[in-house]
C-alpha cells in the first residue's frame, strides 16, 4: 500500500508475505510470537511490502503508535520500515523520529536516470540522495535496496548505482537481481522482446562483484535475492529466480578466494574450513570441488572440514 503508482517491474502480490494489511491485533501476535524464540532487544517491528510513508499519514501514525506501545511494553530493540526515496520529506522525518524507528529502508532500485525513467519509478536519482541524507542526518540506520538487471539497465550501470549508493553510507544493503512476474508493464516488454532479463549465471557473477565491493566498503548485504519462502511458480515468467540464490553468490566468492589461496601455494594443498561454511566452500550441488579438482587435478586438492576455524576462516595445509 501507499505506492503511488505501480512500477513496471512490481508484483507486490506476488512477494509478499500477506495481501492484506496487518490490524494492532496481527501485529500483537506477530510479536508475542516472535518473542518465542528470539530475545526480546533483538527484535523489531518491521513494516515491508509497500511505502510506508505514502500511506495516509492517519494510518501510518496509527501504525506508529501501535509499534510503539509493544516497543515500550517488551522492550524491543525499535521500528523499522521500507519505503520510496520520494516518501521521504522534512516533515514525514519529523513524525517518524518522534517515535523509537531505528531503521529506514529506501528503495532506490537503480541510480539511473534512465533506468528509473523506463521503469516508471516516479523519482529520480536526486530524491533517493535527498532522502538518505535527511535520515542520516535524524541519526537513523540508512538500508538501501537496489535491483540489478532492471529495464534498461546495463552491467556497468548497475556497478555504478552500486558506487553511487556505497556513497551515501548506509549501513547495509538489499540486491535483487529482476524478476519478470505476470500482470506488469516488464512482462509485457518481454513478451514483445524489448526486454531481456539476466540470466542467472549473469545474475550471480555480477552480484558476486557487487557483493565484494559492499564488502570492502564495510556494508553488509542483508538480502540476496528473493524469498524462496514463496511459491512463485503461478506468476513468475522469467528471470534469474533460484531459491538458494546467495548461496550460490557466496559459493562463487569462496570458489575465487580458494583458487587465490591454492595458486599462492603453488596449486596444491588440503583446503580447511570450518563446518558452518561447508555448503560455501564445496559450492552448491558441489559445484566448487568438482571445478576445483578440474582446474588443479585429482590428486593435488582435498577438503578438510575443522572445527577449530572460525565462520569465513579457510586454511591451505
Ligand atoms: S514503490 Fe515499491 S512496492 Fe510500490 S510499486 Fe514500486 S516497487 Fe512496488
Redesign the pocket.
Known amino acids: 500500500m501507499g505506492?503511488p503508482h505501480?512500477?513496471t517491474f512490481?508484483n507486490?502480490n506476488a512477494i509478499a508475505a500477506s495481501s492484506k494489511m496487518p490490524t494492532g491485533e496481527d501485529i500483537e501476535r506477530a510479536v508475542d510470537e516472535a518473542l518465542k524464540s528470539r530475545p526480546s532487544d533483538e527484535l523489531e517491528i518491521a513494516f515491508f511490502g509497500?511505502?510506508f510513508t505514502c500511506i495516509s499519514e492517519k494510518s501510518m501514525r496509527e501504525y506508529l503508535d501501535c509499534a510503539q506501545r509493544l516497543v515500550d511494553r517488551y522492550k524491543l530493540h525499535g521500528i523499522r520500515f521500507s519505503t520510496?526515496p520520494d516518501g521521504i520529506d522534512k516533515r514525514i522525518m519529523d513524525i517518524v523520529s518522534g517515535y523509537s524507528v531505528t531503521a529506514i529502508e529506501l528503495?532506490a532500485q537503480s541510480m539511473d536516470e534512465e533506468v528509473l525513467d523506463i521503469c516508471e519509478r516516479g523519482h529520480t536519482v536526486q530524491d533517493t540522495y535527498e532522502a538518505a541524507k535527511l535520515i542520516s542526518e535524524k541519526g537513523i540506520e540508512l538500508v538501501l535496496q537496489m535491483m540489478t538487471g532492471l529495464h534498461g539497465s546495463t552491467v556497468d550501470k548497475d556497478i555504478k548505482s552500486a558506487e553511487m549508493i556505497a556513497s551515501l553510507n548506509p549501513t547495509a544493503v538489499r540486491i535483487y537481481p529482476a524478476i519478470v512476474f505476470k500482470n506488469t508493464k516488464m512482462n509485457d516488454a518481454y513478451q514483445k522482446g524489448e526486454y531481456t532479463p539476466q540470466s542467472l549465471d549473469e545474475a550471480v557473477t555480477l552480484c558476486k562483484q557487487l557483493c565484494v565491493f559492499f564488502e570492502s566498503r564495510n556494508i553488509s548485504i542483508i538480502k540476496l535475492g528473493l524469498n524462496a519462502e514463496k511459491d512463485f511458480d503461478d506468476t513468475m515468467v522469467a528471470g534469474p529466480y533460484h531459491p538458494a540464490f546467495r548461496e550460490l553468490v557466496e559459493g562463487e566468492m569462496y570458489f575465487d578466494r580458494i583458487v587465490k589461496m591454492l595458486n599462492d601455494r603453488g596449486g596444491c594443498g588440503t583446503v580447511c574450513y570450518s563446518k558452518a561454511d561447508t555448503s560455501r566452500v564445496i559450492g552448491h550441488k558441489k559445484a566448487n570441488k568438482i571445478k576445483l579438482l578440474e582446474l588443479f587435478g585429482n590428486g593435488n586438492v582435498s577438503f578438510k572440514c575443522d572445527e577449530s576455524l572460525a565462520l569465513g576462516e579457510i586454511l591451505i595445509k
Open positions: 505506492c505501480k512500477c512490481c507486490q509497500g511505502s520510496r528503495g
